[in-house]
């Protein structure tokens, strides 16, 4: 496993970084925060919870 960019709807919201056969969710987006540090099985197991935690707290992705 390398790091890789997350990206969600077109914008890099973290990175996901290799810890211990697993990976650890950095937020780089203010939306996503209360997901840093989490760690997940897949980007897209990433991808799932930033779509629920977006959908629970009525956030979206903003572009600058």
Do not use: W
């Not at 790091?3 to 950095?26: D, H, W």
């Amino acid at each position: 496993m390398q790091k890789q960019a997350v990206v969600f709807n077109g914008q890099e919201v973290g990175i996901a970084v290799p810890v211990e056969n697993r990976l650890k969710f950095i937020a780089v987006r203010f939306n996503v925060i209360d997901l840093d540090n989490r760690l997940f099985d897949t980007v897209t197991e990433i991808r799932r919870a930033i779509t629920e935690h977006l959908a629970s707290s009525g956030r979206a992705i903003i572009s600058h």
